[in-house]
């Protein structure tokens, strides 16, 4: 009776006692540390069929074992936990679930960042230093941070106290994608950087220019290729094409390598010396001049004829005019001067003129009395009665005459 009693009593005060609750150590727990659980009765109140939960879902169940190690704490790690168990309270057995407890992990340090000094493009034969950069968290900041330095899948430095990496006389070789690693000594926390692009800039080489054309020189209408080709250089090379010093057109190369300029050649203009230049951040140089002439002096001089013939023709017409009336003025001159006169008005004197050519010379009536060429200006004198002509006019008549080797013309005054 006075055991009934006594239960009866206790109930009520089953449901206001916290029975179960969750603990988690080290406090607080940073990246690294070993995490345990422990679910934990009331006055240590024995416990079976033991349940660990994190966020509400299940995560481990034990028939006697009070404790859970979680390993090495991870952000991961982070969450609510919670545990359930049987209390044994004689003479009652029953389940009983623990409050949650919220468990914060600590990061160690953060992930470490890479960079390059002087800067992540720098000059070949320059000294680069790539440096690895984290800081412990202050409660931890007695710890040693180890670094290792990686690039393209191999390992430049392996672990070691110091957080830089240096790069001297640095090569094209040396460009790539590099990182670090960080690590806590005796620890099994362990962080990568992202990847760094180094590339090294080396300077363009002379570049060389060749024509590409028939086997013959062109012509107007005759398509010419221009090929310009830096050997060696740290892309983008940007080229330049020259005609004479003067830029007639540029293209870049992001990748580097060789590029073109195709042109049809229009006039005698696109005749002369081309060259091209090569140019990236680092340097740029200037090829060899290569000449370029055009097929004949026709094809060169057409377009500069018809253009010179325009102003010019107006001109050349008067002067043509010009001459041609001086030669008439001349003409009229030396009629008058072959004019002679036979007696005393006896009759009127005809004056005959005679252009004849070079083999026409031995006639006997022919007096020379002009320049000695293929044409001679020749004078023959004769007299009329005066019944044949009337004293108050001249009768003038012109007749012409065929030579052997040319026209003559005579002319009666």
Not at 285 to 295: A, F, V
Not at 302 to 326: E, K, R
Not at 389 to 412: A, F, H, I
Request: charged share 20%.
């Amino acid at each position: 009776m006075l055991l009934w009693t006594a239960v009866l009593l206790f109930v009520p005060c089953v449901g206001k006692t916290v029975w179960l609750y969750l603990q988690a150590w080290p406090n607080p727990v940073f990246e690294g540390d070993a995490l345990t659980l422990r679910c934990q009765g009331w006055k240590n109140t024995p416990l079976s069929q033991v349940k660990f939960y994190r966020d509400g879902k299940f995560l481990h169940f034990s028939k006697e074992n009070q404790t859970l190690s979680m390993g090495a704490a991870t952000v991961q790690s982070r969450g609510q936990y919670s545990c359930s168990g049987q209390v044994m309270y004689i003479p009652q057995t029953f389940t009983q679930t623990s409050e949650t407890a919220m468990v914060q992990v600590q990061e160690l340090f953060p992930p470490p960042v890479l960079s390059a000094i002087p800067s992540p493009e720098p000059r070949e034969g320059s000294l680069v230093t790539l440096r690895c950069q984290t800081k412990l968290h202050p409660q931890r900041s007695a710890l040693r941070l180890l670094f290792s330095f990686h690039k393209d899948g191999h390992t430049l430095q392996d672990r070691g106290p110091h957080p830089e990496f240096c790069i001297p006389g640095a090569k094209e070789g040396d460009s790539g994608l590099y990182w670090c690693e960080v690590a806590p000594e005796g620890g099994q926390v362990q962080k990568q950087s992202p990847q760094l692009e180094v590339r090294v800039q080396a300077p363009v080489s002379r570049p060389v220019l060749t024509l590409h054309h028939g086997p013959a020189d062109p012509a107007v209408g005759d398509m010419v290729q221009l090929l310009c080709e830096a050997q060696r250089g740290s892309p983008p090379i940007l080229y330049y094409f020259y005609l004479d010093e003067k830029i007639v057109e540029n293209h870049s190369a992001p990748c580097g390598g060789t590029t073109s300029l195709l042109f049809p050649v229009k006039s005698e203009q696109d005749a002369g010396n081309y060259s091209c230049e090569a140019e990236n951040s680092v340097s740029r140089e200037r090829s060899e001049p290569k000449k370029l002439s055009l097929k004949g002096s026709q094809v060169l001089s057409t377009p500069a004829s018809s253009n010179w013939l325009v102003p010019w023709l107006p001109a050349s017409l008067l002067g043509l005019m010009v001459i041609a009336a001086a030669l008439l003025v001349y003409l009229r001159s030396w009629r008058k001067a072959v004019h002679h006169q036979k007696g005393k008005d006896e009759g009127v004197v005809y004056s005959v003129v005679h252009r004849t050519s070079k083999r026409s010379e031995a006639r006997s009536a022919e007096f020379t009395v002009g320049r000695k060429d293929s044409s001679i200006i020749c004078a023959e004198v004769r007299c009329l009665q005066p019944s044949e002509v009337s004293s108050k006019e001249v009768n003038m008549r012109s007749r012409t005459l065929q030579e052997p080797l040319g026209d003559c013309e005579e002319v009666l005054c």
